[in-house]
């Protein structure tokens, strides 16, 4: 979806808001709220590997 322009644009907005609001990515370790960001690619969708990793560095 992220080749969409005019999707990749408007989850830049999302994002920053995310940001601004003190939600970092996962890959930051930064604590408190977390933002989990998946991507989809062109023939091969949700990468539901990485999906259950991300979920069990959350859960545990």
């Not at 907005?13 to 989990?36: F, S, T, V, W």
């Not at 023939?43 to 991300?54: A, H, T």
Request: proline share 3%; charged share 25%; aromatic share 4%.
């Amino acid at each position: 979806m992220l080749s969409d322009p005019q999707y990749a644009a408007r989850w830049q907005i999302k994002r920053m808001a995310y940001l601004a609001a003190g939600i970092r990515p996962i890959d930051e370790q930064a604590g408190g709220d977390i933002l989990i960001e998946t991507m989809e690619t062109a023939g091969s969708g949700l990468d539901m590997v990485e999906v259950n990793r991300l979920a069990r560095l959350i859960v545990g």
